[in-house]
């Protein structure tokens, strides 16, 4: 296969590794959603650079016809995709200032964050604008206020509520309903953290959110039976998650990302155990 | 090696920088070391060590079991397998049999900073005891309204003798060993306090970290915090962005008062009608305490400031960041999980710019400015909680859970660096599968 250069992408960390050189084509794959399923998640288990890493990931999102979530990256995922983590912190805050990216923090109990490129969630917050609008109810300007002023000037997570309250009424008058509008829209919501703070959210997360956290631990729990806690990544791959429609290659990033599973190369190809550190 | 000792009699290697290759040299071959041995008394989890700042001569150690002890990390007690192990035992130590030891685990213990004469010991007792070294008696007591997490001294202090205490009271208490009293009471955590630490660059600033999450500045001349450290102010790269002039609001509007913040904390109620902006005067020190930012999203569990004083690590629930005076430089240490319940002890060396973070059963050294791991130690056999280093000797103590302080030293003598250009005779018939 063809090596395409990105021009993009910045001088590989430890370059020369076999298994990268297979993945730095096909950037922008609308193409590899089809032929992904050809590379083993073995040979692209690692990306050079952040913004690749980012847009092949969306590109291998699982469809799931029930939800309409647009399609959101784990920041563990990427820690487990790029070699250097301070590098894929940097180049993500520079995704986020120049407003490519958006970064939510998920209400899992530990630090996940989802990273969601700015126009699917823009598309996201019109579709839900337009449904509001045929359901008739009322004040549906809150959305666009929303979209502009808002999304616009705050790019972290959170949002204190009088901030909130100064932002939309750049756009005209607020009231306290227009806040429960955007709540029941999906778009804020509040964490135990702090009572005053309000959080971005993605809107309809709720059943991808179960299923991330019952396919983590459907995950661990398989790779704790075995007599030895691991197990081949091909092998693993193959596997299907009761209990989570998101894909197998999701939650193995994931988990490798947080430490919970680490990976090492044998003879015979990578093995992923359990880590008990 | 004798190449480098030439080159430094003719001129061509500054002093310093030879002595500083030679340093690095030794920390990036550290292991666990084969020589050397502190045999621990202590019968419960090591929480503290210290080596004294004045020599770097005498190790301080507190552990669970109420006990404190010193050790001398130069000079053996006694010696196994015909001279070649040196076991250190304890100079001394105060432990719950003592007529005024502590009575629960033992916290923090720090040496006095103007010399070895004095030592401070911080416990789950609520008390703060300042111990006098060569009678091993307790000199003053000070008795704080909670569990002592963490005691600290400054010490570049020249004109006071403060001890800070971050309890699990909200408040940060600074006892005066030399009137006996408490000096300061600084407001404006939320919730426990379970790290201190006095800045190096200047005797007067304190930074501590609480159980939610926020560090806070404070400098001891003036009241309330003057900076709450937040991670989404970041900076990319290590230098700090040029400042930009920021508009700083002095009234926050449209909030309520503080006082009935830590009930807010429990219950989620829902928000009122937006009302006018109610402002209410707060001494202009108490202004901070509305400020909400956090550092991490748990616990901060460990602080440490770097020796040249421009950087301040810090450690959390799953991560330590490097935060550079103000901002969040995103330098991201790949710690994997670190523990949140029990506070830990962070150790820096300068030159190589390394960070040793204990992971739960490991001890990790990380580069400073790339964040990648240089080193790994394992040798525990539980979690880790406190790493020293001592750098006249450029060794690493660390000490956990198992009850053990294990000493980590470069790895071959001296006469194999002299040796080194000589081939060295491999015995062939070493080795092992």
Known sequence: MKNITNPETSVAAAGGKKRRREEEEEVGGSHAANEDECFSLQDELTFSDTSVALRMMRAQFPRIDQASVPPFILQSQLYSSLNDRTQVDRELERLRRDKVVRVFKLNTGQDDHAIIFLDDYLYQVDRIAKRMEENKQSDTDIFKWFKEHVLDSKLEPSIAHHELCSLLALGGKVKDAHITLLINAGLLTRQLIDPDMYWFAIPSIGKLWKALLQGRKELLSLLKRKRHKEMFLAELEKRRLRYSPLDMRFHIRDLIGSGHLKTFQTTSGLVVRVSND | ?433
């Open chain 2, 1 to 433: 090696m004798w190449q480098a000792i030439q080159a430094r009699e003719t001129g061509r290697t500054p002093c310093n920088s030879f002595a500083n290759q030679l340093k690095s040299r030794r920390i990036s071959s550290l292991q666990l070391c084969n020589r050397k041995d502190f045999v621990s008394p202590h019968r419960g989890a090591v929480n503290s060590l210290q080596v004294d700042l004045t020599e770097g001569r005498y190790l301080l150690s507190g552990a669970s079991d109420g006990s404190a002890a010193v050790f001398d990390t130069q000079r053996a007690t006694d010696s196994e397998a015909s001279g070649l192990i040196e076991k250190h035992k304890c100079v001394f130590s105060v432990d719950k049999g003592h007529e005024h030891g502590h009575r629960f685990a033992v916290s923090s213990a720090v040496w006095y900073p103007i010399d070895t004469g004095l030592f401070v010991t911080g416990s789950f007792d609520h008390l703060i005891k300042v111990w006098d070294t060569n009678t091993a008696q307790a000199v003053v007591d000070f008795k704080m309204p909670g569990k002592v997490y963490r005691t600290a001294m400054s010490s570049l202090a020249m004109s006071h003798t403060l001890i800070a205490a971050g309890t699990e009271d909200v408040q940060v208490r600074l006892c005066d060993i030399a009137s006996g009293a408490f000096s300061h009471t600084l407001s404006g955590h939320r919730d426990g306090v379970m790290s201190v630490e006095w800045s190096t660059s200047s005797e007067w600033v304190l930074y501590t970290g609480g159980c939610d999450g926020a560090i806070r500045f404070w400098d001891i001349r003036r009241a309330g915090c003057f900076r709450v450290l937040d991670q989404s102010v970041t900076q990319l790269g290590v230098r700090p962005p040029i400042l930009k002039h920021s508009a700083v609001s002095t009234k926050v509007s449209a909030e309520k008062s503080s006082s009935g913040a830590k009930n807010r904390l429990k219950t989620l109620h829902t928000r009122p009608s937006v009302e006018k902006a109610r402002q209410k005067r707060l001494h202009p020190g108490m202004l901070s305490t509305l400020d909400r930012a956090t550092a991490h999203y748990g616990v901060v569990t460990g602080l440490k400031a770097t020796n040249d004083g421009m950087y301040l690590l810090s450690a959390g629930k799953n991560k330590a960041v490097g935060y550079s005076i103000g901002c969040n430089t995103l330098l991201n240490f790949e710690t994997g999980r670190l523990q949140t319940s029990k506070a830990i002890q962070m150790a820096t060396s300068d030159d190589p710019a390394l960070v040793f973070v204990p992971c739960m059963k490991t001890v990790k050294a990380f580069g400073m400015w790339s964040g990648r791991t240089t080193l790994m130690f394992r040798g525990h056999y539980e979690s880790v909680n406190t790493c020293c280093f001592n750098s006249t000797d450029q060794e690493l103590y660390t000490s956990g859970a198992d009850r053990q302080i294990l000493v980590w030293s470069p790895g071959g003598s001296v006469e194999g660096e002299m040796d080194q250009d000589e081939e060295a005779a491999e015995d062939k018939d070493n080795w092992s599968d």
